[in-house]
């Protein structure tokens, strides 16, 4: 029988702990839960992945926040994706709908603010 003194198990619960939070990192993103709109036209759709293929919206927001352009995750929607597209292909400016949640699993979104709704 192997005998352990506190330590031993400090350091074994330490690295399961390590080893949950990598694991985590992996499969979850954070965010801070809320909803909100933003409008202008869509620059970029992409595809991005290498285990859960998610798409990504970049507007072209003519006053970026500290410099860097917004950029959505978009709901696993059929219907949403082909609107999205079919407005960046016409170059017309949208108003998107986004909510964040507080985790989302990677194999729904790229980013924590996601797009459930587009209107022109």
Not at 5 to 19: E, P, Q, R
Request: net charge negative; glycine share 8%.
């Amino acid at each position: 029988m192997i005998d352990m003194d506190s330590d031993g198990i400090i350091t074994i619960l330490a690295f399961v702990g390590m080893i949950l939070v990598f694991f985590g990192a992996l499969f979850f993103r954070l965010g801070i839960p809320g909803e909100g709109t933003a409008q202008d036209s869509i620059a970029r759709i992409s595809q991005t992945g290498l285990i859960w293929q998610t798409w990504k919206v970049q507007l072209t927001n003519d006053h970026p926040i500290d410099g860097n352009p917004m950029q959505y995750g978009v709901e696993s929607k059929p219907a949403l994706l082909s609107k999205l597209q079919e407005y960046a292909a016409n170059g017309k400016r949208v108003k998107i709908f986004y909510h964040a949640k507080l985790i989302c699993p990677a194999w729904e979104c790229s980013d924590t603010e996601v797009i459930y709704d587009v209107k022109e």
